[in-house]
């Protein structure tokens, strides 16, 4: 199984980002997909959740109404677009296969910076 997230970067607050997570070796049409992160020297905080045809999206608070989860299944591809960004979505982004106890597979993360 294999996760790898991109698109990260610095943006000015207000900025837009779009993140994609790219899969292999596991049928990802079959499963629900997560994008969680982790701000600086805080814990893993959920972001938001996909069910595995794509039709039902669910989100954080801090971020329903400014992100936007989707997935390509025919690309095995997962995407965050973030819009509005505030510097409190300064983060490090992982895309994670989710399973009924929580996630059993991520990437290895990337950086979103927003700050002026």
């Known amino acids: 199984v294999r996760l790898v997230e991109s698109g990260g970067g610095l943006v000015q607050p207000g900025g837009s980002l779009r993140l994609s997570c790219a899969t292999s070796g596991f049928t990802f049409s079959s499963y629900w997909m997560y994008w969680v992160r982790q701000a600086p020297g805080k814990g893993l905080e959920w972001v938001s959740a996909i069910n595995s045809g794509g039709g039902s999206t669910y989100y954080a608070d801090s971020v329903k109404g400014r992100f936007t989860i989707s997935r390509d299944n025919a690309k095995n591809t997962l995407y965050l677009q973030m819009n509005s960004l505030k510097p409190e979505d300064t983060a490090v982004y992982y895309c994670?296969?989710?399973?009924?106890?929580?996630?059993?597979?991520w990437g290895k993360g990337t950086l979103v910076t927003v700050s002026s």
């Open positions: 994670a296969k989710a399973i009924e106890e929580g996630m059993d597979y």
